[in-house]
C-alpha cells in the first residue's frame, strides 16, 4: 500500500474514531489498543497510529509515553476553559464575519437557523446525531465568513470537544441542557442587523449559560466537580490578573498610653 494510500484511510479511520469518542461509544480515559481498534475498523496498524496522532492534535486523545493512547479525559476545569477560550475565539470571528459577509453569508445563517428550529430535541432522545448536525451547522454558519481558515479551524476543534461534553452531560443528567431556541434567534438577527458589539455579546451569554448548565449536569462524571475556574493566564481565555494594588500603611497618629506604670517624668 503506497503513502497517499495510507494517510486516505488514516482520514477516514479519524473520523469514525472522533464520531465514536464525541458520541460517548468511547468513553473518557479508554485504553485504545492497537490491535482491538485495528480489527473493529478493519484497518492495518499505520492508518490507525496516524489517526490517532491526528487525534492528540485535536484535543480528542492523549497519548502516555510508551503506554499508548487513550481518550482525553474530562474535568470542570478542562470543560471552563474550552468555554472560554470559545468565547473568545468565536467571538472575534463573528465580528470579523459580520464585518465581511455577504449576501450568500446571511442566506446561509437564515436557513442553517431554519432548519434547526424545525428539528427540536426530544426528551426521548438525549443525543441526537441528527440535531448534533444542525445544531453545529448552525454555529459555524454564523463565522464562516470570518476570511480565516484558521480560526475557522480552531472553531472547529473547540465546537467538537464542547460538543462532547454536552452529550456526556445529558447522559449524566438524562435531559437536555435548558437552552432556549431563542437564543439562536437572537443572535440571527443582531448578525443580520450588523449590530457587531450585540451579537457577540449575545453568543457569548449563549455559550457561557449553555457550558454553566453542561457543568451542573455532568457535576457526577467529573473528577474536579468543586473546581474554580481555570487560573488566570493559563490559556487564550484568561488575561493576566493585575497585581493587586498595595494597600498604604498609615500609623495611627493617637498618642498611645505609656506601657511603663508610676515612672517619673
Not at 457543568?215 to 493566564?233: K, V
Request: proline residues 6%.
Amino acid at each position: 500500500m503506497d503513502q497517499p494510500d495510507i494517510r486516505t484511510i488514516a482520514q477516514a479511520v479519524q473520523g469514525r474514531l472522533s464520531t465514536d469518542i464525541l458520541f460517548g461509544r468511547l468513553k473518557p480515559d479508554d485504553r485504545l489498543r492497537l490491535e482491538p481498534l485495528c480489527e473493529a475498523y478493519a484497518v492495518g496498524m499505520s492508518p490507525i497510529r496516524e489517526a490517532l496522532a491526528q487525534l492528540v492534535g485535536r484535543g480528542l486523545v492523549i497519548q502516555d509515553g510508551q503506554r499508548g493512547f487513550r481518550v482525553a479525559p474530562i474535568s470542570r476545569r478542562d470543560l471552563d476553559d474550552i468555554a472560554a477560550t470559545r468565547i473568545r475565539l468565536e467571538g472575534m470571528a463573528l465580528r470579523d464575519a459580520i464585518a465581511h459577509g455577504d449576501d450568500a453569508w446571511e442566506a446561509r445563517i437564515l436557513a442553517a437557523h431554519h432548519r434547526l428550529a424545525r428539528r427540536p430535541r426530544t426528551p426521548d432522545k438525549l443525543v441526537d446525531e441528527d440535531w448534533e448536525t444542525l445544531h453545529r451547522g448552525f454555529h459555524l454558519a454564523l463565522i464562516d465568513a470570518c476570511g480565516s481558515p484558521l480560526l475557522l479551524a480552531f472553531c472547529h476543534d473547540l465546537h467538537d470537544r464542547f460538543d462532547r461534553y454536552r452529550r456526556i452531560a445529558v447522559q449524566a443528567a438524562g435531559r437536555h441542557p435548558r437552552i432556549t431556541g431563542s437564543a439562536h434567534a437572537a443572535i440571527v438577527e443582531a448578525a443580520l442587523a450588523r449590530d457587531a458589539d450585540r451579537a457577540a455579546t449575545l453568543l457569548d451569554r449563549h455559550i457561557a449559560e449553555a457550558a454553566a448548565d453542561i457543568a451542573r449536569m455532568g457535576a457526577p462524571r467529573f473528577p474536579d466537580a468543586e473546581a474554580a475556574r481555570p487560573a488566570r493566564g493559563t490559556s487564550l481565555a484568561e488575561t493576566p490578573a493585575r497585581s493587586p494594588a498595595r494597600r498604604r500603611v498609615t500609623r495611627d497618629a493617637r498618642p498611645r498610653p505609656s506601657s511603663q506604670k508610676g515612672r517619673p517624668r
